[in-house]
C-alpha cells in the first residue's frame, strides 16, 4: 500500500509498505525522518508520534487504551495525534497520509 508523509517543512515523501507492518516499523524501514520510536514499538515512548490527515481520522481503527495513555506524554499534541507502532496497516489504509513532528520531545 502506499503512504504519504509530510515533514514539518511541508515536504512530501510517499512509500509503499506492506500490509500487516506498523506504520510506524514502515516509516522507519524507509528511513522517514521525524520519527523516533525509541522503545521500538511497546507503546511506551511517544516518540512515533504523527498526525493524521483530516480526511483519514475516522477511517483508521480508534485509539486504544495504552495509546491514549502514552499520548499524554507526547509533545506537541494535537487533537489528530496518534502513535505511529499502534497503527496497523491494512489494504484499507491505502493512500493514508500522516504529518510528523519538528519534534518529538
Ligand atoms: Fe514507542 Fe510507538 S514506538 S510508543
Given amino acids: 500500500i502506499n503512504l504519504v508523509f509530510i515533514d514539518s517543512t511541508g515536504e512530501r515523501r510517499e512509500i509503499s509498505a ?18 523516533d520510536a525509541d522503545c521500538g514499538g511497546a507503546c511506551a515512548c511517544a516518540t512515533c508520534q504523527v498526525y493524521v490527515d483530516a480526511e483519514w481520522q475516522s477511517r483508521l481503527p480508534p ?23 499502534q497503527i496497523r496497516l491494512t489494504a484499507e489504509m491505502d493512500g493514508l497520509i500522516v504529518s510528523t513532528p519538528e519534534f518529538q520531545f
Avoid: D
Avoid at 23 to 30: D, F, G, I, K, T
Avoid at 66 to 77: D, G, T, Y
Fill in 18 to 35: 506492506a500490509e500487516g507492518r506498523t506504520l510506524m516499523e514502515a516509516a522507519c524501514l524507509a528511513g522517514i525522518p521525524g520519527i
Fill in 63 to 85: 485509539v486504544g487504551n495504552p495509546e491514549a495513555n502514552m499520548l499524554n506524554f507526547a509533545a506537541n499534541r494535537r487533537e489528530n495525534s496518534r502513535l505511529a507502532c
